[in-house]
């Protein structure tokens, strides 16, 4: 009895399946309470609202937390039914160093921190930021967001080698900038270090205008590393159209094993 009532559990929290309306109305009702505790963490940044209906805004936040952690405990009780979570105490110890768990964790425990820590009240008020943790949950419910962290998994290393293309053309731009410009403007190009923010506004084409080169010269190389920013941000963008094109072709030809979750052909 015990068996099926976890395994049904299983079922409704891991899968969205059009067929079973439980594990559906689950999704939704998720989906709609981390997106309502968003608009309250906005929301209660406006000090006026926050005072006039504060009884309202820790009412929500109990609730929320209530069920977030039960979502939370379910989960770590039936996380044993996947096969790399087998193992009671140690399955269950993975399972909650995942990040996915991990962020469960922490949307929960700012909640949590009065009741067993004799902590700074401005300290609270700092780690309870870690609410707006709770939008990454939204990754569990949407095909879209799940599709895009397959992706991003899958295509990690060619992103990584535009990410280092990117920072190399940016600390030699910023160096180079400096010994051109540093007599003109000893205070903006006085060091590389002060250089590199020149280098991220004008290789992400951003141009805030603060910081600009006066010598021919400087302007010449601001003018390439403007053209170059422009080509470089553009390469992880076709990585990751790329990653979405071969996602979408091997889901016409695999299907997804119930159990763990792998792909099979």
């Known amino acids: 009895m015990l068996r099926r009532i976890k395994q049904r559990v299983f079922e409704i929290l891991e899968f969205s399946s059009k067929d079973d309306w439980l594990s559906r109305l689950d999704d939704v009702i998720l989906t709609m309470l981390i997106a309502l505790n968003a608009v309250a963490v906005t929301l209660e940044t406006v000090q006026s609202l926050y005072t006039e209906y504060k009884i309202l805004f820790d009412t929500f936040e109990l609730v929320s937390i209530i069920i977030f952690t039960i979502e939370y405990i379910l989960r770590l009780w039936i996380c044993t039914l996947r096969i790399q979570y087998q193992k009671s105490i140690r399955g269950r110890i993975r399972y909650a160093l995942t990040p996915l768990a991990l962020i469960d964790l922490f949307a929960i425990l700012p909640f949590y921190f009065p009741f067993f820590l004799p902590v700074d009240l401005r300290f609270i008020r700092t780690i309870r930021l870690f ?135």
């Open 131 to 265: 609410r707006l943790l709770r939008i990454f949950k939204l990754t569990r419910y949407s095909e879209a967001l799940k599709s895009l962290g397959s992706v991003v998994k899958h295509k990690k290393e060619e992103l990584l080698i535009s990410v280092m293309i990117v920072l190399v053309i940016l600390f030699f731009a910023s160096t180079l900038m400096y010994f051109i410009e540093n007599e003109a403007q000893p205070e903006t190009f006085g060091s590389i270090p002060k250089s590199l923010w020149w280098g991220v506004v004008t290789l992400t084409t951003v141009g805030y205008g603060d910081v600009y080169p006066v010598t021919p010269v400087g302007k010449v190389i601001c003018a390439v590393i403007a053209f170059l920013g422009v080509a470089m941000f553009a390469l992880p963008a076709g990585i990751l159209a790329s990653g979405f094109a071969e996602r979408i072709h091997r889901k016409r030809e695999h299907i997804t094993c119930p159990h763990c979750g792998k792909e099979i052909e």
